[in-house]
Nanobody
Framework: QAQLVESGGGLVQPGGSLRLSCAAS????????MGWYRQTPGKQRDLVAL???????NYADSVRGRFTISRDNAKNTVYLQMNSLKPEDTAVYYC????????????WGQGTQVTVSS
């Protein structure tokens, strides 16, 4: 099964910015709608941004206007530009492609930790 490697997380002050990257293996990346998810301890993994194979985007209300998702199919990579970060954005961020019925096309990666704190 194809795999994912997330990177770009770190510690940032409130109001700061980070750019996350997610590199995928396999040859079908360009066909999938890719999403960025985030998870905090004890809570479910939530979708925060989605980009279709055609480049259409959608965002959770909590991040709309602050986060931007993009993709480079030539590099099999999806990005998440995060601006105006808030402490409540602190989480482990993952990417994947939802196959429906609770399944995903990729094996979950290790995620990348984002911590927003002064």
């Amino acid at each position: 099964q194809a795999q994912l490697v997330e990177s770009g997380g770190g510690l940032v002050q409130p109001g700061g910015s980070l750019r996350l990257s997610c590199a995928a293996s396999g040859s079908r990346f360009s066909l999938y709608a890719m999403g960025w998810y985030r998870q905090t301890p004890g809570k479910q993994r939530d979708l925060v941004a989605l980009i279709t194979s055609g480049g259409s985007t959608n965002y959770a209300d909590s991040v709309r206007g602050r986060f931007t998702i993009s993709r480079d199919n030539a590099k099999n990579t999806v990005y998440l530009q995060m601006n105006s970060l808030k402490p409540e954005d602190t989480a482990v961020y993952y990417c994947n492609a939802n196959a429906g019925a609770g399944r995903f096309f990729f094996v979950w990666g290790q995620g990348t930790q984002v911590t927003v704190s002064s």
